[in-house]
């Protein structure tokens, strides 16, 4: 029962550097997320793809673009890293946009941008 | 716009304790309420839920009601164990937002044996 599945764990960068996060869920699932979680502030979702082939904007969309690949994978990715940009980083998915869908996380990306 | 508000953490009891953690939120509509629990090096995953007023959401011992009157869901156990130690999220999620996800700031609970 892999669930969502993200990659890579851990990721230290420098400052101007690229990266590519993976997300890949097994569940069918129509929506699926990225969020950012810092200290005290809870999740904040940054991109979302309410179903393959379209992608929306969240809270927190800057210095960051998404690509729906295909129904099951979600890759997020930052162009030019900036130390604000240290995070961890949760995938999530849900079967649809129900307003009582459960969603399900992967296990998150540390990120560090020095 | 929609927010929801936790009481900060750390909140740390003795086993066996009676467990309560805040949780108000602001919505413009109707949301359904929610309680996610993180454990440590994990993704969140979902506790309990309610998805109308007066519901209570129940789950491993855990209890969350919605009160519309007090735009609340207070998070409560009875008696807590060592294993409940977790960071524990309120969120909302509501139509007229797009369904998406509001989270609170998250309350990290330790619990000493």
């Known amino acids: 029962n892999a669930g969502v599945t993200q990659t890579p764990k851990f990721q230290v960068l420098k400052t101007g550097q690229s990266m590519t996060l993976q997300c890949a869920q097994d569940m069918n699932h129509n929506s699926m997320y990225w969020y950012r979680q810092d200290p005290g502030m809870g999740l904040r979702l940054i991109y979302y793809?309410?179903?393959?082939?379209?992608?929306d904007k969240g809270e927190v969309p800057n210095g960051y673009n998404v690509s729906r690949l295909n129904k099951r994978e979600f890759s997020l990715r930052l162009e030019s890293a900036a130390p604000s940009q240290t995070s961890v980083y949760f995938c999530?998915?849900?079967?649809?946009?129900?307003?009582?869908?459960?969603?399900?996380f992967g296990e998150g990306s540390r990120l560090t941008v020095l | 716009g929609n927010s929801v508000t936790q009481m900060e953490g750390p909140v740390t009891l003795s086993e066996e304790a009676f467990l309560t953690i805040n949780c108000t939120y602001t919505a413009t509509g109707y949301p359904s309420l929610f309680w996610y629990v993180q454990y440590p090096g994990e993704g969140l995953q979902l506790l309990l839920k309610?998805?109308?007023?007066?519901d209570k959401g129940s789950n491993k011992g855990f209890e969350a009601t919605y009160r519309k009157e007090t735009t609340s869901f207070h998070l409560e156990k009875g008696s807590v164990q060592v294993s409940d130690s977790a960071v524990y999220f309120c969120a909302l999620s509501e139509p007229n937002a797009g369904n998406m996800l509001t989270f609170g700031g998250g309350t990290r609970l330790m619990v000493k044996p």
């Open positions: 793809s309410a179903s393959e082939g379209t992608t």
């Open positions: 309610a998805t109308k007023a007066d």
């Open positions: 999530a998915s849900r079967v649809g946009d129900a307003n009582t869908g459960e969603l399900f």
